[in-house]
């Protein structure tokens, strides 16, 4: 997702790859596909005509796993009129804003103009106004609109098209880069403005079908069909908060902050980002859930500002080597508490180092960016029940949420004991030991368990995995340790790491 291709796309490299952020300006370059050879022809076919009654008469033939889905048939028949339904909820944006450079101080002379080198000598701001596209959607037929932040950030003027191409001025209701969701108003709503219907993101099946709608490269109005690919993408390294819907529905550069529909033109999902390794469409696209959308949109409206919920864990993924050590083998569903902080509420609710959390507030959690979300989307003071295992046994309590924000007078959620906030850090222990496979020739030390992404800890060179075994030539075994002796230093701070079976120093700046 580029926030202008005048600067350069935003991008973020993973595995190789490149994940885009997918506001554009409103002119980009790109490749064409290459055309087919003029010497190459495919045979005639003559076309034979469809009985699209049959349909009606398929019956199941193969159990449980192969039995047809009827009524999504139904509805891919009449896709047309889903998409004419859902296109007059979709916006285009386009952005403008002032962006100030220096210009030379020879100007156009050979000799710099006059006076002798320009005026004073130097060079002159200059200003130039700086465009960009992004797409949006109607939620509120009283003018609101959501898209992703990047798409509107920094922006002096909004203007919405509507898909019969009138235009109007938008404000700005609030923002949540956390998310990277925005919510605008219509400065002047007309009385034919038409909201979208919210889907229940929740419910959606691997492989069901989605369309995405949407502005890319300014070719407005279009629409990309495909599928569900995956659930619940976390740690992408995009933004704070992810439960990504992954699909192969094409977006571009111009498609952030449009709808994702399912098969009945419910919003399911705001399209986000691409993971490409070319900045373009490659296959894989996100799009933030509608679920997590409602949530930050409610927040926006009502207290310009999110709100989030507070548990007061370190977790980590439930692997099937850290389930062994645990004693719960053969267990893939739920995530590890790797620390519990003092007077939270996850203490509060009697939760303990190496407990497994399967569910919160009802609903199953997968993977530690899972339970984030859960708990972030819940307002302070929630009472919620969570559900956890304890060797074997499975255990159940309630408790209130506390605050983000207060948290972060402390320390930042998952950031127990650490020095540094966004780091989550964890004293060795044998289940540690045999997850990352440290040797025992490595007696003692504190693993690097997290580190939150757009956190001060993220500008450090540590990483997952890393164990600290000593901290300004002293041996550490605990959070407590590091912090101690980090906090010590003044510039910098020399720390001994044991990573991938090598030990190591490194100077890290203490801010």
Known sequence: MEKTMETGEKLMRKAGSVIALLAATSVACFQPESAPDPEVSAPAVE????????????????????????????????????VAQVMPSVVGIHTERAVRQRSSPFGRSPFGGHPFFGPRGGPQPQERVQEGIGSGVIVDAEGVVITNNHVIEGADTITLTLHDGREFEAEVVGTDPQSDIAVLRFKEAPADLKAIVFGDSDSLRLAESVVAIGNPFGLSST????????????????????????????????????????????????????????????????????????????????????????????????TPRLAEALGESGRRQGVVVSDVQPESPAERAGLQRGDIITAIAGRSVDSPAELRNRVGMNQPGTEVEITFVRQGQEMKGRLALGSVDEAQGASAPGS??????????????????????????????????????GSPAARLRLRPGDVILEVNRRSVSSPHDVSKHWEASRAQVLVLLYRQGATIFMTLPVD
């Open 223 to 318: 629409v990309t069909l495909g599928i569900v690919s995956a659930k619940g993408r976390g740690n992408m390294g995009i933004v704070d908060y992810e439960d990504f819907i992954q699909t192969d529905a094409a977006i571009n550069p111009g498609n952030s902050g449009g709808p994702l529909v399912n098969l009945r033109g419910e919003l399911v999902g705001i399209n986000t980002a691409i993971l490409s390794k070319s900045g373009g469409y490659q296959g894989v696209s996100l799009a933030i859930p509608s679920t997590m959308v409602q949530g930050v949109m409610r927040g926006l409206i009502e207290e310009g500002r999110v709100s989030r919920g507070w548990l007061g864990v370190a977790i980590q993924e439930l």
């Open 47 to 82: 076309e034979a005509p469809v009985d699209l009654s049959a349909l009606q008469k398929i019956e199941p033939t193969g159990g449980a796993d192969l039995r047809v889905n009827q009524a999504e048939m139904a509805m891919r028949l009449e896709l047309p009129d889903m």
């Open 416 to 453: 127990v004991g650490a020095p540094v906030e966004g780091l989550s850090l964890q004293a060795l222990d044998q289940g540690l030991r045999a997850q990352l496979r440290i040797p025992a020739a490595v007696r003692e030390g504190v693993v690097v368990t997290e580190i939150e992404p």
